[in-house]
């Protein structure tokens, strides 16, 4: 047993270190690890405040210790362990306290002999006789675990893992006669890693048949079982969360709810869950996860913030990748309750206020929006709620206008509609503070596509402008009185004027473009945004446009703001041709070529 411990370990070691590149959860620990030199934890995605230092932790102290000690069969080497077992628990919790921050790739590379030192002290009976370092070494072993294996090596490492936890929970207080199991075993013709992974999977299912409840003349009996049992239940399965022969029993005790009013899960096993699930260490069913997030705000909360710092740490080259990871988060499906759809609103307008409005965040919280109203439309449950219900009764006539889908009605009517529609609701008696301003811009907002198309039919269309500038105008701002805006409209119709007379130039100058927006006496910097967004679309949809874009793009990305704004309009529009089946590759290829350049100018 313990030269297969030692043959695992170094050959995971190695095996990891010639790949390069580490895969696993978002949280990294980065450190330098020599002889009991002390660890510096490197903050990257997780909670813990850059430049943690965790105490020393001795492995060769603590690896002679448990060889010298053996299985303790002598008086002497039990009486040592005796002596020592405070000193070694408190070794054994730091340990977990530092790998939990790791994946197990990391793990091993740091701590060559890890596997080793726990293998010996789980076969150590008065070691593990000891409830809690039973449990510590659980959590150790679980933090170990492969959840993607890549190799054999780790797929045989993962197999060590679960012979030692089976070996765990078999032995102490649940398996006394050990002399009398092994032959019990052995008759049986198995061996003791099979007998115990056998014996857990008939844990589980006996747990959960429990939980589920007996049938008995058609009755059932779920809620004759205890809240106490139940939170004993999730309680036990802390150190064991990512095995996957747990999985059915954490589904199990997710659905389970047996009357009670308060909650009968532990709050340390929802948040466990919630994190195992987030770092994608176990996989769960929706239903499973979307009563986890009911159950435990604290834990959709996380998840939300948990998506948000995913994605704005992360270089976006498509919002392809952007809807794929939301997806993934099984967020938007679980918006669709109500109280979920609430507290995930909640979050994403605070962190617009936070960051002053930022445009990767803006563009998130509208590709967020038409993933979940795809999701509410592909639910086919026989009752749901309306759409419209998600939202203020104040807004509903604009929220009905703009749930409407952009690539099923004629564009310029229906944008003219939500024009008149919002100016009604501005000149109405519910706006009575800059709160309830705030409330309509963020729902204009979060179904942004609505004001790229309004820029797109200004230039490609013979539309009346007037309707759709002001649109645009109340985005860009939405603060500004009436007399104000009315200055924006002049000056933004003064720029648009001189575009639409370019659009159909096939042949076109950087100087004759520069010339046309010096024509129009831009006084205010709040029209500055509304014209960026005009002369981009021409860029992108006219072809004089298309022919000097790549040149007059640096015209109007000065500054990192306006960078960032350009880039997301440029990868929102890429993504809308796309979405929408439109064959328009060119203006495509031509967006994502220019968001290239950018990037390429702001890394100089």
């Known amino acids: 047993m313990e030269s297969e411990v030692f043959s695992w370990s170094v050959k995971l070691l190695t095996t990891n270190s010639r790949k390069g590149n580490c895969s696993g959860p978002a949280k990294e620990l980065l450190s330098n690890c020599c002889g009991s030199a002390s660890l510096c934890i490197v903050k990257k995605d997780c909670g813990m405040a850059q430049g943690t230092t965790v105490p020393k932790l001795n492995f060769e102290y603590w690896l002679d210790k448990a060889t010298e000690w053996g299985q303790a069969t002598t008086l002497e080497s039990q009486k040592d362990v005796c002596r020592h077992l405070p000193q070694l ?157 747990l999985t059915p029993l954490l589904e199990t005790l997710l659905l389970y709810h047996g009357g009670a009013s308060q909650e009968i899960l532990s709050s340390e096993f929802l948040e466990a869950v919630n994190e195992a699930f987030l770092k994608k260490k176990i996989s769960l069913s929706e239903s499973a996860v979307f009563s986890l997030w009911l159950r435990h705000l604290p834990s959709l909360e996380k998840a939300t913030l948990y998506l948000l710092d995913q994605l704005v740490s992360i270089e976006v080259n498509s919002l392809e990748e952007v809807a794929c990871v939301i997806k993934d988060s099984l967020l938007p499906q679980a918006a669709s309750h109500p109280a979920v759809f609430r507290i995930v609103d909640e979050i994403f307008k605070n962190a617009l206020l936070e960051t002053d409005g930022a445009p990767e965040v803006m563009t998130i919280i509208q590709v967020f929006t038409q993933l979940f109203v795809e999701a509410h439309q592909n639910d086919n449950k026989q009752h749901k709620f309306p759409l419209k219900a998600y939202f203020s009764h104040h807004h509903q006539p604009l929220a009905i206008a703009l749930l409407r889908c952009p690539f099923a009605t004629h564009s310029c009517q229906h944008l003219k509609h939500i024009s008149e529609v919002l100016k009604a609701l501005l000149e109405g008696e519910s706006i009575s503070s800059f709160a309830d301003l705030f409330e309509i811009w963020f729902l204009i907002a979060r179904f942004g596509e609505w004001l790229d198309i309004a820029a797109e039919q200004l230039l490609k269309a ?143």
């Open 89 to 245: 628990q408190e070794f054994l919790q730091q340990i977990y306290e530092t790998l939990k921050h790791m994946n197990s790739i990391l793990a091993i590379q740091q701590f060559p002999l890890i596997g080793q030192l726990l293998g010996r002290l789980c076969w150590n009976p008065f070691v593990i006789g000891y409830d809690e370092s039973q449990k510590t070494l659980m959590w150790c072993l679980c933090c170990l675990y492969s959840s993607e294996p890549q190799n054999p090596v780790e797929l045989k490492a993962n197999s060590w893992i679960r012979s030692l936890l089976c070996h765990l929970l078999s032995s102490s207080k649940w398996e006394s006669n050990e002399a009398g199991t092994n032959t019990f075993i052995s008759a049986l013709g198995c061996t003791s890693a099979d007998y115990y992974s056998h014996l857990v999977k008939n844990m589980v299912l006996s747990l959960v048949a429990e939980l589920r409840g007996n049938e008995f003349n058609g009755l059932n009996i779920q809620g004759r079982v205890p809240a106490s049992r139940v939170s004993e239940v999730s309680l036990f399965c802390l150190p064991l969360i990512t095995l996957p022969d």
């Open 462 to 604: 013979s539309v009346e402008p007037d309707a759709l500038l002001w649109l645009l105008a109340f985005y860009y701002s939405p603060q500004n009185e009436n007399q104000q805006r009315t200055r924006t409209m002049v000056e933004a119709r003064a720029v648009y004027n001189q575009l639409v007379m370019l659009f159909s130039c096939t042949i076109l100058s950087v100087e004759d473009l520069e010339a046309a927006i010096h024509k129009a006496d831009i006084k205010q910097c709040c029209t500055q945004r509304l014209i960026t967004h005009l002369l981009i679309t021409f860029l992108l949809f006219s072809s004089g446009g298309q022919m000097i874009a790549q040149e007059f793009i640096s015209h109007i990305t000065g500054t990192n703001d306006a960078s960032k704004e350009v880039c997301s309009l440029l990868i929102r529009t890429a993504y809308r041709i796309n979405r929408d089946g439109e064959r328009n590759q060119r203006t495509v290829k031509l967006a994502l070529s220019l968001k290239g350049t950018i990037k390429m100018s702001c890394d100089q």
